[in-house]
Structure formats: structure tokens, C-alpha cells
């Protein structure tokens, strides 16, 4: 009789547990579906895009005076080291002429002939190379030392020669250092002649303002090829793209909480912003600029404030 019961009762029971399992999964898949995303948004806007081209830039000085022997001798006395600033007819050098050393070492014929020169720095600048100490022997017109002119520092820059219609004399440029110092400068001049093997033109970039920098620094300087003005403009975080970097999209607001996606077509890329080429997009319009990643073609967003 028990076993009876029992049989007549186990069909409904099982039901009952059916539905109370569906209703369960359906409560959680409703629950996430309604899952809200807080989300930061921003309007479009429309300004200037340049597109830039980046190149190395070698610092050089262009006004050098290498300070040559009048004798063939020896070095007696060097009064300046690298790196020490001679001033205009300062006394760099004092040397004995080959004749006079063997003169000035016979102590039985002494004739008391010193045969000292004295050499003089020809400009003001910072002395850059000694080439010969005390006690070197050299030849008539061999370098001494060199000077350089600390105003007179520029940076060369190699600019392929397809390029070269987008500088102009005078353009301002900005030179960004290896410390990510950034240095104005302005294009001073293009010399007339192509490098080697390279086949780039040599354009000589002035900085704007003095500063003590070593030669054959290292510099990147963007040269603009490009320039659009009134394009639609978003934040770099508002675009999104798949791995390739092939298909681009953006989450737009359709209204207070609900964002859907929707495919772009970028132009120029800037440091933090992106043109927008297609579609076209109003200015009231609304774009995610964060909680946007992974999210959905439709998702449910909470604005933040």
C-alpha cells in the first residue's frame, strides 16, 4: 500500500523539481543579462589632426677650429685639458723646435737658443680633443687640439629624399632628447648635397634656445606630412580593434543605459586621439571611453559621473 503511495506520488514531486530548476536557471540567465557595466563617456569633437614622420637627428657643431703645429718639434708644455673653455689668444701649447732640442741638450755648445713657440687659441670655445700631450713629437701642421664653439650646435638630421618637400626653411619642429627632454628648434638649412649610399638630404635643425649638449647626441624629430583640419575627432581610449588591428568599433550610447557597437573607419592616429573618418558622427552623440573593452554588440551601462 506504502509502495502504492509512493508511486503515485514521485511523478509530481519530479515536476515540481523541474520547474523549480528552470525557474532558477532562468532567474540567473535574467540576472545576467541585466548585468550593468559602469562605464565613463565622452562626446565627439572636431579640431586639426597632423599626421608626423619620425626620424633620428645627430647633434654637431658646425664651427670647429682644429689648432695646427707651425713646427715640426716637440710639445714642451700643454696648458689646457679636454673639456676646459680657452678664451680668444689664451696660450694652449708651448713647443721646441726639433733644431733647438738638440741645441738646448749639447751643454758644450750651448748657444742659448730656446727655439720655444708659443701657440694661441684662435677663437673662445671649449676644447674638445687634445691630440698631442707633453713630449710628443710632431710634424709641421699637425693638429694640436681642437675647439669648438658651444653656440654654434646643431643637429643634422637625414631625411629621405621623398621627403623633402615637407621641409621648409624656418618650420618649427621639436626634438625630443634620450631623458625625453623636448628641445625647440627650427629648420636653419638644407645643404645641397645627397650622402652616400643613403641617398638622404642633410638638414640642418637650429634649437631655439642654447643649451650644453655633447656632440653626437641622439635626438627623434617629427617632421609633419600631413595636416586635416575640421575632422571628427575621439579619444584613442573610445576605439577599439581585434587583435590584427584590422576591424576598428566604438560603443555609442543609444540612450541613458543601453550602448551598442559600432564599426569605424580611423585616419591619422595622434598621441591620444584618433580621427574619425566614417561614419559620420554628431557632436551630441555619446562614446564609452572606459568599461568599454569585451563588452557586447548591446550592453547595459551605468554612467559614471
Given at each position: ?24 536557471v ?17 562626446n565627439?569633437?572636431t ?19 682644429v ?26 701649447f ?41 713630449g ?40 625630443l ?86 564599426p ?42
Amino acid at each position: 500500500m506504502k509502495q502504492r503511495r509512493l508511486m503515485m506520488f514521485l511523478p509530481g514531486l519530479v515536476c515540481l523539481v523541474f520547474l523549480f530548476g528552470c525557474r532558477n536557471v532562468q532567474d540567473t540567465e535574467e540576472k545576467a543579462v541585466r548585468a550593468v557595466v559602469p562605464v565613463t563617456v565622452i562626446n565627439a569633437r572636431t579640431g586639426t589632426m597632423a599626421e608626423y614622420a619620425e626620424f633620428p637627428a645627430t647633434s654637431s657643431f658646425l664651427e670647429k677650429a682644429v689648432i695646427k703645429s707651425p713646427i715640426t718639434g716637440y710639445v714642451e708644455k700643454c696648458f689646457v685639458s679636454a673639456g676646459d673653455r680657452a678664451k680668444m689668444s689664451e696660450m694652449l701649447f708651448e713647443l721646441r723646435t726639433k733644431e733647438a732640442t738638440v741645441l738646448y741638450q749639447d751643454s758644450i755648445h750651448a748657444l742659448g737658443i730656446t727655439g720655444l713657440i708659443q701657440v694661441r687659441a684662435s677663437i673662445e670655445g671649449l676644447v674638445s680633443v687634445i691630440n698631442h700631450p707633453k713630449g710628443d713629437f710632431i710634424q709641421e701642421g699637425e693638429p694640436l687640439c681642437t675647439l669648438v664653439l658651444p653656440k654654434s650646435l646643431v643637429f643634422i638630421l637625414e631625411l629621405p629624399y621623398e621627403l623633402k618637400d615637407y621641409i621648409r626653411l624656418g618650420t618649427d619642429c621639436v626634438l625630443l632628447l634620450p631623458d625625453n627632454e623636448k628641445l625647440s628648434a627650427s629648420v636653419h638649412a638644407v645643404l645641397p648635397a645627397m650622402t652616400g649610399a643613403s641617398q638622404t638630404v642633410r638638414v640642418i635643425l637650429q634649437p631655439r634656445l642654447p643649451k650644453p649638449l655633447p656632440e653626437n647626441l641622439m635626438a627623434k624629430v617629427k617632421i609633419i606630412r600631413s595636416i586635416k583640419n575640421k575632422v571628427l575627432i575621439l579619444p584613442k581610449s573610445a576605439v577599439l580593434s581585434d587583435e590584427v588591428m584590422k576591424n576598428f568599433w566604438v560603443m555609442k550610447l543609444i540612450n541613458d543605459t543601453v550602448a551598442v557597437k559600432v564599426p569605424v573607419v580611423p585616419g591619422i592616429t595622434g598621441a591620444d586621439s584618433v580621427e574619425i573618418v566614417s561614419p559620420l558622427f554628431l557632436p551630441v552623440e555619446r562614446f564609452l571611453t572606459s568599461g568599454n573593452y569585451g563588452l557586447g554588440d548591446t550592453a547595459v551601462v551605468r554612467i559614471l559621473k
